[in-house]
């Protein structure tokens, strides 16, 4: 998604393909949905509250 003020690139995967098990354990996934923002710096920031838009808004609004 662009817009004026940023640029974010949402990407998803199949956690039930086989080739993407090691990514799961590599990320620590154990539930879905599972949201993370990765900054520029390669940081992983996990999403660990209820998903809303509200709080999916503030999380991403907390990234910059």
Not at 6 to 11: G, K, R, S, Y
Not at 25 to 52: A, H, M
């Amino acid at each position: 998604v662009n817009n004026s003020n940023n640029n974010f690139v949402i990407a998803s995967f199949d956690c039930m393909e086989e080739n993407n098990k090691k990514l799961l354990k590599q990320l620590n996934i154990t539930r879905f949905p599972t949201l993370f923002y990765f900054g520029k710096d390669g940081t992983l920031y996990p999403f660990q509250e209820e998903l809303t838009s509200d709080n999916l808004v503030k999380y991403m609004q907390n990234r910059k």
